[in-house]
């Protein structure tokens, strides 16, 4: 990835900060619209770095909510390609199944020019795919051929968002109208949590096995239960996991049949207080399940005056046309204003 950026032109500033063993732990990051608060995790610092003006664009990583999350808390576009996109080579390795690379910028175009940049099939990476990737910036600056169609799905945990957030999240789809259709609970769906956990944990304590085992002293009182959690996942419950996933794959392939994207929340709210955890991910962890493209849109202000995104989901291998929608979504949100 480091050598496609360059042979692009583009200047590698550095290395921004991330939770620990990409995580749940909280850095120090602080967020640049509030010092006080997170800028969300793992990819702490590039959310950060990008919305504090310090560097146009960042790359960033996501087994569950670490692109789309810190994105909404710092008020930038987030975008997460579909896994295998991107290459996965040098990075940390925390699940093989679930991992993902993706992006922070300050316009839809900048994501996905810099994803399109960057993407390209990998032999060593299990999860590339050798198939042409979608043309991203053609997709972002594309005008729709007929209004999009798009789904909201009512979830179990769809409480857990703040008061503001779901005011918001309901006045675009008031604006957006007709072309949002709602769906009921679908315990089926609010059960996928619980296999991305199973697949990230388990995961996670196998291939990091030598480091937790040398370090246990030193990792956080955050991590340290996660850990022994994960340890008691059996391989039976492991290999159970992988196959709903594949099942969930499947299911999705075919909602987007009828459907351009997917509305959800990028967040349960404005970012949390530092000192606390990183932000909840919920609202993210059925898409990276999946292995789905998602994009957060800054759109929103909470009722502190911090940024709120909102997220569109797309078709695996559908980028285009998730970007395409999302610039239909902005604009016309824009029009209705």
Same mark, same amino acid.
Not at 45 to 51: C, E, K, L, R
Not at 138 to 167: K, Q, T, Y
Not at 188 to 200: G, R, Y
Not at 306 to 330: F, H, K, M, S, Y
């Given at each position: 990835?480091?050598?496609? %950026? ?13 939770? !620990? ?18 800028? #969300? ?23 569950? *909510? ?11 576009? *987030? ?18 199944? /679930? ?8 316009? %839809?175009?900048?994501?996905?020019? %810099?994803? @399109? ?21 053609? *997709? +972002? ?12 799905? =009512? ?5 857990? $968002?703040?008061?503001? +957030?779901?005011?918001?999240? @309901?006045?675009?789809?008031?604006? $957006?109208?007709?072309?949002? =259709? ?20 388990? @995961?996670?304590?196998?291939? $990091? ?18 850990? !022994? ?7 039976? @419950?492991? !290999? ?22 997917? $509305? ?10 530092? #000192? ?13 399940? +999946?292995? /789905? ?11 502190? *005056? %911090?940024?709120? #995104? ?28």
């Amino acid at each position: 990835m480091g050598n496609r %950026l360059r042979e692009a032109g583009a200047v590698i500033m550095g290395k921004t900060k991330t939770t !620990e063993l990409a995580f749940v732990h909280p850095t120090d990051t602080a967020n640049p619209h509030d010092a006080g608060r997170s800028p #969300g995790g793992s990819s702490s610092g590039s959310a950060a770095a990008v919305a504090a003006y310090h560097v146009p664009l960042a790359i960033g990583t996501q087994t569950n *909510g670490s692109v789309i999350r810190p994105a909404s808390f710092c008020g930038t576009y *987030g975008f997460k390609p579909t896994r295998g996109v991107i290459s996965r080579s040098g990075i940390l390795q925390t699940s093989v199944s /679930l991992d993902q690379v993706g992006c922070f910028g300050r316009t %839809l175009d900048d994501v996905a020019l %810099l994803v @399109e940049t960057v993407g390209s099939f990998d032999p060593s990476d299990p999860a590339s795919f050798a198939r042409p990737r979608p043309p991203m910036l053609a *997709g +972002a600056r594309a005008a729709v051929p007929i209004e999009p169609d798009i789904a909201w799905f =009512e979830l179990s945990f769809n409480d857990r $968002l703040d008061r503001d +957030a779901h005011e918001g999240i @309901e006045a675009v789809m008031d604006a $957006l109208g007709a072309r949002v =259709e709602r769906f009921p609970t679908a315990p089926q769906l609010d059960a996928l949590i619980a296999v991305q956990a199973t697949i990230h944990e388990y @995961e996670f304590c196998q291939h $990091l096995a030598d480091v937790i085992e040398a370090h246990w002293d030193k990792l956080s009182s955050t991590l340290q239960p996660v850990i !022994e959690r994960g340890r008691q996942i059996s391989k039976a @419950e492991y !290999e159970d996991a992988l196959a709903v996933k594949t099942s969930a794959q499947a299911f999705f392939a075919d909602h987007f049949n009828d459907f351009d994207a997917i $509305l959800a929340p990028s967040a349960t709210g404005e970012a949390p207080l530092i #000192g606390g955890s990183t932000g909840d991910p919920i609202f993210c962890t059925i898409w990276t399940l +999946a292995g /789905l493209p998602a994009i957060s849109l800054p759109l929103l202000v909470g009722e502190n *005056g %911090l940024p709120v #995104g909102v997220q569109l989901i797309g078709a695996a291998e559908e980028d285009d046309r998730l970007l395409r929608t999302a610039n239909w979504v902005q604009t016309t949100l824009a029009t209705n204003a």
